[in-house]
């Protein structure tokens, strides 16, 4: 008979330890041994309150994830790069304005959201509401607005959501008139585009010619 081990085994090989090594002791009545489980279940409020937080955590991550991918698709308005035809668009929906005498309308195609500035020869104006009392009080009438057509000369992207738009204008009425312009515009955040700076001069000599097909 080999010589006994008293080493104490390790715990993975012995799921009862604790009795292991109790009754492997000659000191001890192996037949009035009580033996309390190494382990035992926690009791239920415990494991209530372990659920709820486990719920509590899943829910606040599915509202930042929700509140995530809404952050990005607002972005996504703003990020996607203006075209060419936009930027025509834009003029087409300003001049059909000025055509039937809806000035309100016209300005309305410049942004209120970000700040606005209009240069021309007669110095600088700021924002919508003085912008659209300098063309009530220069085309107060059918007459003096005469039929208003642009022509876009260049558009070049600035970035990720503004571009620079340069054109011709024209309009046709008893003294005619005429000119260059050089607009600024963005995509607002609802991803309507919006001028946010005109420059806009009057042709010194004769007026640039337009093409019929540009922008009416």
């Not at 057509?149 to 008139?177: I, K, M």
Request: aromatic share 6%.
């Amino acid at each position: 008979m080999g010589k006994r081990q008293w080493g104490r085994p390790p715990l993975e090989e012995c799921p009862d330890a604790e009795l292991a090594l109790v009754s492997s002791s000659p000191l001890v009545d192996r037949h009035h041994v009580t033996v309390s489980p190494l382990w035992s279940p926690p009791p239920k409020k415990h494991l209530l309150h372990a659920r709820g937080c486990r719920a509590l955590s899943l829910l606040l991550l599915t509202a930042w994830l929700g509140l995530g991918s809404a952050g990005r698709q607002g972005r996504d308005h703003t990020d996607a790069p203006i075209r060419s035809e936009e930027g025509a668009g834009l003029l087409r929906e300003q001049a059909d304005c000025w055509n039937r005498g809806d000035l309100e309308g016209f300005v309305a195609r410049y942004t209120g959201e970000a700040p606005l500035t209009f240069l021309t020869g007669r110095g600088l104006t700021q924002g919508r509401d003085d912008l659209l009392a300098n063309y009530k009080k220069g085309y107060p009438d059918a007459a003096s607005r005469g039929v208003l057509t642009f022509g876009l000369l260049h558009h070049q992207q600035l970035g990720a959501d503004h571009a620079l738009v340069l054109g011709v204008y024209h309009l046709q009425r008893n003294e005619p008139a005429g000119g260059y312009f050089s607009l600024v515009i963005r995509r607002e955040k609802d991803g309507a585009l919006a001028i946010t700076h005109d420059h806009t001069s009057a042709a010194d000599g004769d007026l640039p010619a337009i093409d019929p097909q540009a922008v009416r």
